[in-house]
């Protein structure tokens, strides 16, 4: 079965620093992998995606995240944080196969100091 | 685009009552459709997969009598929480799958609050 860890509950940053929310996941072969953003009270919106090739993806708003292998992970990263990227994060695994089900991780929230 | 909607966008009921909730995909067709559950500051919690014109498959744990899906077209899922009890109150997301897209993304729903009295 595939499952997702984000060992960061919560993050808070400066604006303008820098970003990273970390994700591993444990997969039998390699996984689609996602990270979503969610506002409060808000549905789900796709920031970026793995499936294959470059394991440095490039999404929406800045972020980018790459897939390694050797570690099973998918960190996502932002150079320079807005107030508005306060959120929460949820890296998800998406089996390539069967159902084509999502598992998430617990989420991370992001708050932002201006 | 791929836009999913979901009606009503909150609802609350009296104990007892049955929620009817929406789930449309309004631009492509959506041969598989999945329903979420989220408590507060919670993850997603994956409830069912819901496959045009076939019963739906309920994750462990979720009683499929209580949580009615209903996947009659290729844009139209509908959840119906019976008999609902204050504990049944989530945040309810649903997703719709690009049907030949092989799992290559979900598109979400901006959920369904249900408050049971």
């Known amino acids: 079965a595939q499952s997702v860890t984000q060992p960061d509950i919560h993050i808070t940053v400066s604006e303008g620093a820098s970003l990273e929310l970390r994700c591993n996941y444990s997969?039998?072969?390699?996984?689609?992998l996602f990270w979503y953003v969610q506002s409060p009270g808000q549905g789900l919106q796709l920031l970026l995606k793995y499936f294959s090739g470059d394991t440095l993806v490039q999404g929406i708003k800045g972020f980018e995240a790459e897939f390694k292998r050797s570690q099973s992970s998918f960190n996502l990263r932002k150079p320079s944080v807005h107030w508005s990227d306060a959120a929460e994060y949820f890296c998800?695994?998406?089996?390539?196969?069967?159902?084509?089900?999502?598992?998430f991780g617990k989420g991370t929230k992001l708050s932002v100091i201006p | 685009g791929a836009v999913v909607s979901q009606h009503p966008s909150w609802v609350i009921c009296k104990s007892g009552t049955s929620v009817k909730i929406e789930c449309r995909s309004l631009?492509?067709?959506?041969?598989?459709m999945f329903w979420y559950r989220q408590f507060p500051k919670q993850s997603l919690m994956l409830m069912a997969t819901s496959n045009e014109g076939s019963k739906a498959t309920y994750e462990q744990g979720v009683e499929k009598d209580k949580f009615l899906i209903n996947h009659a077209s290729l844009t139209l899922s509908t959840l119906t929480v019976t008999s609902a009890h204050p504990e049944d109150s989530s945040f309810y997301i649903c997703?719709?799958?690009?049907?030949?897209?092989?799992?290559?993304?979900?598109?979400f729903g901006p959920g369904t609050r249900l408050t049971v009295l």
């Open positions: 997969y039998g072969a390699t996984p689609y």
């Open positions: 998800a695994v998406g089996a390539r196969a069967g159902s084509y089900q999502l598992t």
């Open positions: 997703s719709a799958s690009k049907t030949g897209t092989s799992g290559k993304g979900q598109f």
């Open positions: 631009d492509f067709q959506a041969t598989t």
